[in-house]
T-cell receptor, first 112, second 115 residues
Framework: LAKTTQPISMDSYEGQEVNITCSHN???????ITWYQQFPSQGPRFIIQ???TKVTNEVASLFIPADRKSSTLSLPRVSLSDTAVYYC?????????????FGKGTMLLVSP | ETGVTQSPTHLIKTRGQQVTLRCSSQ?????VSWYQQALGQGPQFIFQ???????GRGNFPPRFSGLQFPNYSSELNVNALELDDSALYLC??????????????FGPGTRLTVT
């Protein structure tokens, strides 16, 4: 499984756009990039998933360059409720045996 | 559609005891995975069940065992509890279909404290 590296923490203010970058130099051809959000004492929640270029949903955007060795989660106009830990994961999401390998994630703190 | 549920919410056990944690998968899902999350760490994969068979296992000793039932609900059993077993135990369910992308849906977790 490809290892990921992301910042331990980030600070932002309400209304700002937040970009969290994840490095995954050893990503394999069949690997997808998935981001999860976790609030204290809750299970992680799926945010977005992509393979290449750009993916956008109602919550976030995911930018993946052509070499796929990194990815950036973009959260537009964050609010206080976006304060959480964000995990970047890389793996083959079509495999019958596919587990999620979590790192320590990025703790995002949004202030008023 | 019912989400993933886990029971109990909290549990306190003594070192050496045994514990059983339960998980009900999201409706329509056929795969369940269990994770252990220590304070300040990301979830660590314990094992996964598909069609009532263990489909993969992380770096956890045999005293961690599980079951998946025909209705796709699941149990995690831990024998001979150790203090380091204190953690949030997360269950995640998913629908595996050949060739299709899938995502895991997590339950709220069970907070286990071993004293």
């Amino acid at each position: 499984l490809a290892k990921t590296t992301q910042p331990i923490s980030m600070d932002s203010y309400e209304g700002q756009e937040v970009n969290i970058t994840c490095s995954h130099n050893n990503i394999a051809t069949n690997d997808y990039i998935t981001w999860y959000q976790q609030f204290p004492s809750q299970g992680p929640r799926f945010i977005i998933q992509g393979y290449k270029t750009k993916v956008t949903n109602e919550v976030a955007s995911l930018f993946i360059p052509a070499d796929r060795k990194s990815s950036t989660l973009s959260l537009p106009r964050v609010s206080l409720s976006d304060t959480a830990v964000y995990y970047c994961l890389v793996g083959d999401m079509r495999s019958g045996y596919s587990t999620l390998t979590f790192g320590k994630g990025t703790m995002l703190l949004v202030s008023p | 559609e019912t989400g993933v549920t886990q029971s109990p919410t909290h549990l306190i056990k003594t070192r050496g005891q045994q514990v059983t944690l339960r998980c009900s998968s999201q409706s329509g899902h056929n795969t369940v995975s269990w994770y252990q999350q220590a304070l300040g760490q990301g979830p660590q994969f314990i094992f996964q069940y598909y069609r009532e068979e263990e489909n993969g296992r992380g770096n956890f000793p045999p005293r961690f065992s599980g079951l998946q039932f025909p209705n796709y609900s699941s149990e995690l059993n831990v024998n001979a509890l150790e203090l380091d077993d204190s953690a949030l135990y997360l269950c995640a369910s998913s629908l595996y279909r050949t060739g299709a992308l899938y995502e895991q849906y997590f339950g709220p977790g069970t907070r286990l404290t071993v004293t």
